[in-house]
């Protein structure tokens, strides 16, 4: 994929979530919610403070990450549908 973000913003895959409950109840495709869970696919070069200086990002390539739940703009990049989000939209990086 030849796709680089812009600026302070990133492109992230959504991590599905699972079909079934810890108890074993499957969940049907109508009742799951869109995961708030996804993996960093590539970074823009940061945000620039009033003086110019580039503020580096907080997140890299490969990051699994939470964000909010309507957060980003959904696109569709060779055929796969991905987020393109402001890296403020993320809440933290899953270690």
Aim: net charge negative; no cysteine.
């Amino acid at each position: 994929m030849a796709f680089k973000p812009l600026h302070d913003r990133v492109l992230v895959r959504r991590i599905e979530s699972e079909d079934k409950t810890k108890g074993g109840l499957i969940i049907p495709d109508t009742a799951k919610e869109k995961p708030a869970e996804g993996e960093i696919i590539s970074v823009g070069e940061g945000a620039r403070k009033d003086s110019g200086e580039l503020i580096a990002p907080a997140v890299s390539a490969g990051d699994k990450v939470l964000f909010g739940k309507w957060s980003g703009t959904e696109v569709q990049i060779d055929g796969e549908d991905l987020l393109i989000m402001k890296e403020s939209d993320i809440l933290g990086i899953i270690a």
